[in-house]
């Protein structure tokens, strides 16, 4: 396990692999499997934050994961799955607003929250406020977080903040808006509780929130 | 035409005064309009993008109320609609063809040339461009991805096979397409030279004659996509220097020939995939910067300005940037901490920048001056620097807009 730990997160991606494959005959179960992977991102979230790791190597690890359960697919019986849904940290619902189109971010965000430990509600790209609101309702969400790169979409992300204030549901989520030009003007603007520019500070920040 | 003629000689001077790191009259003001004329008249963007006339009058008359130091040809990147309609291009969104009337067009990333297609680009790019991703990007040219191997074609006993697919019924269409978008492309640039015309009759030079990317840039957004090449990185990294390496001097070659053509010595470089965070410092050095560099040169050895869009932050890359002929590179940066790159580059390059869009957009008038305020006081101090916006002027607010003109003009005069 330890090996494949290092594997994961020294980018070996070939030998990650192996060793799934190979741990994964040998009978160990999904779940152990699955924390292995849990932990090597710890060690890439933290180099990240150190300046040692970056986007590519978040990318990399994400796909990492994604082939690392296919593989477990198979191997999957009653209750070796990942935690059900009751007990997860907390809800997050995720989108990136109206009138934009991109989703890299978004989708590092989404699987970040994933892996530690949130129930996340992916909304898609260029998602209409009145969608984000309706969601809100049907999804009980602790958080709400807003993705966008481009500047039309703090009018967008603005909409949805009005909107919640508006159901009196403001004060009972935190808002976090993130992309590559947001920061305190934008904020401000938005209403929003808090602003990342990057994947790792913005699933920080939201763990913060929910106690951990 | 006198005065025109004379205002034009002024704001050159101006603007090479300022890249040569001399101190110019004053602090040189120039911004990238987008579809900010068109707002600025209340007009729709899909309205201007399909109306030749209407986006020269309406670029026009925004140039001549704020009085920039330079103009900007809107034609071939915002007045390209019937162009990008009759290629069904998937590569772009706009207004009325998948965003609102409204809205600016997005760039739509797609992963177009698949990871094991690395070798049939590396063979001969002109056959895969043709074959694989001419028919991707555009669907109008779909029949194109049916054609055998242009480089089979030699004399006209090897070539029959590979004519006659012209006229095959699957091609009509696509023959059709590109002879439409052939002319609407003429259209376009007619009215591309006439506006060049038309704002040098106003006194406005052009700020560049010519576009290039860095090659890391060009495969990752045109042809592997973000997350492709990114993984590419880790998994197949002699291929992408290979890919870099083949499109450098095509990248030299059609900037060069466009700025000889447009006659305007300048051409636009905009970094997308380099910058902090999206590649650690050892990547950066071997992916990027090398091709940057020899780019840069290159560019430099034919008399031209590149003129840098520093996209997002790039502060860990200020070092490598300095590494430059001194007078030679305009750096123009969106969110890099452009105090610390005047400290660093005063002697080396002239800056350009950097009033946050969302200032612009969400601010007031006051909080605009002041910051512009500091960036005269700062960067401008001793010349080698051009006062812009971090961006385009996309959805910046109209009164912010004329703060920083205002503003510019009065205060940032050299005494």
């Known amino acids: 396990m330890e090996e494949l730990v290092k594997a994961v997160s020294e980018m070996m991606e070939d030998e990650a692999i192996d060793l799934t494959k190979k741990l994964l005959d040998q009978g160990e179960p999904p779940v152990k499997v699955l924390d292995a992977y849990k932990d090597a991102l710890v060690v890439i979230g933290k180099r990240f934050e150190e300046g040692v790791y970056f986007v590519p190597e978040l990318i990399m690890a994400g796909e990492m994961m994604k082939t690392a359960s296919e593989l477990m697919k198979p191997y999957m019986t009653k209750g070796s799955g990942p935690a059900p849904e009751a007990n997860k940290k907390g809800k997050f619902l995720l989108g990136t607003v109206e009138g934009d189109i991109h989703d890299i971010g978004k989708d590092m965000v989404g699987m970040l929250l994933d892996i530690n430990g949130f129930e996340v509600k992916d909304l898609g790209v260029d998602v209409p406020a009145q969608k984000f609101l309706d969601e809100y309702k049907a999804f009980q969400p602790d958080i709400v977080g807003m993705s966008g790169l481009l500047t039309l979409a703090y009018d967008s992300m603005k909409k949805v903040v009005d909107g919640l204030k508006e159901m009196g549901a403001r004060d009972k989520v935190k808002v976090i808006i993130g992309g590559g030009q947001v920061d305190e003007h934008a904020c401000k603007f938005v209403g929003a509780d808090a602003w990342a520019t990057d994947a790792v500070s913005g699933v920080k920040c939201s763990l913060q929130w929910i106690g951990n | ?415």
């Open chain 2, 1 to 415: 035409m006198g005065d025109a003629a004379q205002l034009l000689a002024e704001r050159e001077k101006r603007f090479n005064d300022a890249v040569a790191l001399n101190k110019p009259d004053r602090v040189p003001i120039i911004t990238m309009w987008d579809f900010f004329p068109a707002r600025f008249k209340g007009l729709s963007v899909k309205s201007v993008m399909y109306d030749h006339q209407l986006m020269s009058d309406t670029w026009a008359e925004c140039f001549d109320h704020f009085q920039p130091d330079m103009g900007e040809n809107p034609y071939a990147m915002r007045g390209f609609a019937k162009v990008l309609e009759t290629l069904d291009t998937v590569q772009l969104k706009w207004a009325g063809h998948g965003l609102d009337d409204y809205s600016s067009y997005q760039f739509v990333e797609n992963e177009l040339m698949k990871a094991d297609e690395y070798d049939h680009f590396l063979f001969d790019p002109s056959d895969f461009m043709i074959r694989r991703y001419w028919p991707r990007a555009n669907k109008a040219l779909a029949a194109l991805e049916g054609l055998p191997p242009i480089n089979q074609i030699i004399p006209y006993y090897w070539g029959l096979y590979s004519g006659v697919f012209l006229l095959s019924p699957e091609m009509e269409a696509s023959r059709a397409a590109m002879i439409e978008t052939a002319k609407a492309s003429a259209e376009l640039l007619k009215w591309a030279g006439a506006f060049g015309k038309r704002m040098a009759e106003m006194g406005l030079p052009a700020p560049s004659g010519g576009y290039a990317q860095v090659p890391f840039d060009t495969l990752g957004d045109v042809f592997r996509g973000t997350k492709g090449i990114m993984m590419d990185m880790f998994r197949r990294p002699d291929k992408v220097m290979a890919a870099c390496e083949k499109l450098l001097p095509i990248m030299i070659d059609s900037a060069v020939a466009s700025a000889k053509r447009t006659g305007v010595m300048r051409v636009f470089i905009p970094l997308h995939k380099g910058l902090d965070g999206f590649m650690s410092d050892q990547q950066f050095h071997k992916f990027y910067w090398p091709h940057m560099k020899e780019l840069l040169n290159a560019l430099i050895r034919e008399g031209i300005t590149p003129w840098v869009l520093v996209e997002g932050a790039c502060n860990t890359r200020l070092e490598a940037f300095r590494d430059v002929p001194p007078g030679k590179v305009l750096y123009h940066f969106e969110a890099t901490d452009i105090f610390r790159a005047k400290e660093m580059m005063k002697d080396r390059c002239c800056i350009r920048g950097n009033v946050p869009a969302t200032l612009l957009s969400v601010g007031a008038p006051e909080d605009v001056k002041a910051y512009c305020k500091k960036l005269i006081d700062v960067c401008g101090e001793g010349g080698g620097y051009i006062m812009d916006a971090s961006t385009t002027l996309s959805d910046a607010k109209v009164e912010n807009v004329q703060a920083m003109y205002d503003f510019t003009k009065e205060y940032g005069v050299y005494k």
